[in-house]
């Protein structure tokens, strides 16, 4: 699971049904923009761009308990800032694979929520 349920479960216990659901879908469009913009930033070698969609990737993820798209997310920003090409792309492809997986989650919980 690309979620820390007992985190999700806490934050939903504290916040409105309205709320939480607004959190989620807020998290949701964020980390598919965001991807978009990384994989945009680096179709045209904008580093910098990449780098302010991934900080805002790792950051927006970790929040709300997506743990592995944040950890990926900045692992994608230190490549850009340190490594050499392999390391950005295997970085990348690993931020794709967690972001898509909790996309795919996101949507199964607010599914479940009311709308």
Same mark, same amino acid.
């Given at each position: 699971a690309s979620m820390d349920k007992e985190k999700?479960? #806490?934050? &939903?216990? !504290? $916040?409105?049904? +309205?709320? $939480? %659901? #607004?959190?989620?879908?807020? !998290?949701h469009k964020c980390i598919s923009t965001e991807l978009a913009s990384v994989e945009d930033a680096l179709s045209r070698q904008d580093v910098g761009t990449a780098m302010i969609a991934a900080h805002k990737i790792t950051g927006s993820s970790g929040n709300y308990a997506l743990n592995k798209v944040s950890k990926s997310a900045a692992k994608l920003s230190d490549a850009l800032s340190n490594g050499g090409q392999d390391d950005v792309g295997h970085a990348l492809v690993e931020l794709? *694979? &967690? +972001?898509? =997986? =909790?996309?795919t989650d996101?949507? *199964?919980?607010?599914? %479940?929520l009311p709308a």
């Open positions: 999700i479960a #806490g934050l &939903h216990s !504290v $916040f409105a049904a +309205s709320d $939480f %659901r #607004g959190l989620i879908e807020m !998290v794709r *694979t &967690h +972001s898509n =997986a =909790a996309i996101l949507e *199964t919980l607010l599914s %479940r």
